[in-house]
T-cell receptor, first 115, second 115 residues
Framework: EAGVTQFPSHSVIEKGQTVTLRCDPISGHDNLYWYRRVMGKEIKFLLHFVKESKQDESGMPNNRFLAERTGGTYSTLKVQPAELEDSGVYFC?????????????FGSGTRLTVV | AQSVTQLGSHVSVSEGALVLLRCNYSSSVPPYLFWYVQYPNQGLQLLLKYTSAATLVKGINGFEAEFKKSETSFHLTKPSAHMSDAAEYFCAVSVTDFGNEKLTFGTGTRLTIIP
C-alpha cells in the first residue's frame, strides 16, 4: 500500500508570507496527526483529526496555524503569516481508527525554512 | 501527562560494538513505548514498540528494548553496530486510552558509528 505522502518536501519562504503543507494519509486511515520538530528540540504534537473532525488541537502554537481535513481524506496545514520561529520539520502520520498510536505510519516530513 | 528523557543527544560507538541508547519515561497510566529512527533525508520509521505484552521487545535491524517498570526505562540496544545504523533515534510514549493516542517524544539521540 502507498505510505503517507507529504509535500512539498522542502519550502523556503520569507517572513510574513503564507505557506500550505499537505498530507495524504494511507487510504482508510481515519486518524491523521500533525507533529513538528523545531531545530534541536523534541518532536511535538500539533493536532489530531478523526476523519474530518479535530479530535485534539491542544498542540497548535497559535492562531497563525490553520489545519483542515475536508472530506476526511488529505489534510492541509496553513501558516499565515509565517514567522522565523515556525521553521522546522513538519511531520504527518496516519493510523487506522482502532489502532491509534500503535499503528502510526509517518510521512517523510516537510522542511520549512522561514527567512 | 507523559514525558520522555533521552540521555545523551550524541552517542558514538565503534563498528561492531554494543549500541545502548537510553530512554526514561514518566506516565501516570500504563504506557505504550516506542523507538523510532530517522535516517538522513527520510521520515520516521518505527523500530519497535511495547504494548504491555512481553517486556523484551525485538524490532527491526537487530534492535531490541526492554521495558523496566521499576526503573521507568525503555533502553534500546543492539549487540553489534553497523555503519548503516548511523541515524537519529527517538523514544516516544503514548497513553493507552482509546481516542487519545498522541505521542510524546524525547529530544532524540544522534548515533554515529566509527569505522
Amino acid at each position: 500500500e502507498a505510505g503517507v505522502t507529504q509535500f512539498p518536501s522542502h519550502s523556503v519562504i520569507e517572513k510574513g508570507q503564507t505557506v500550505t503543507l499537505r498530507c495524504d494519509p494511507i487510504s482508510g486511515h481515519d486518524n491523521l496527526y500533525w507533529y513538528r520538530r523545531v531545530m534541536g528540540k523534541e518532536i511535538k504534537f500539533l493536532l489530531h483529526f478523526v476523519k474530518e473532525s479535530k479530535q485534539d488541537e491542544s498542540g497548535m502554537p497559535n492562531n497563525r496555524f490553520l489545519a483542515e481535513r475536508t472530506g476526511g481524506t488529505y489534510s492541509t496545514l496553513k501558516v499565515q503569516p509565517a514567522e522565523l520561529e515556525d521553521s522546522g520539520v513538519y511531520f504527518c502520520a496516519s493510523s487506522h481508527r482502532i489502532k491509534g498510536a500503535v499503528g502510526y505510519t509517518f510521512g517523510s516530513g516537510t522542511r520549512l525554512t522561514v527567512v | 501527562a507523559q514525558s520522555v528523557t533521552q540521555l545523551g543527544s550524541h552517542v558514538s560507538v565503534s563498528e561492531g560494538a554494543l549500541v545502548l541508547l537510553r530512554c526514561n519515561y514518566s506516565s501516570s497510566v500504563p504506557p505504550y513505548l516506542f523507538w523510532y529512527v530517522q535516517y538522513p533525508n527520510q521520515g520516521l520509521q518505527l523500530l519497535l514498540k511495547y504494548t504491555s505484552a512481553a517486556t523484551l521487545v525485538k524490532g527491526i535491524n537487530g534492535f531490541e528494548a526492554e521495558f523496566k517498570k521499576s526503573e521507568t526505562s525503555f533502553h534500546l540496544t543492539k549487540p553489534s553496530a553497523h555503519m548503516s545504523d548511523a541515524a537519529e533515534y527517538f523514544c516516544a510514549v503514548s497513553v493507552t486510552d482509546f481516542g487519545n493516542e498522541k505521542l510524546t517524544f524525547g529530544t532524540g539521540t544522534r548515533l554515529t558509528i566509527i569505522p
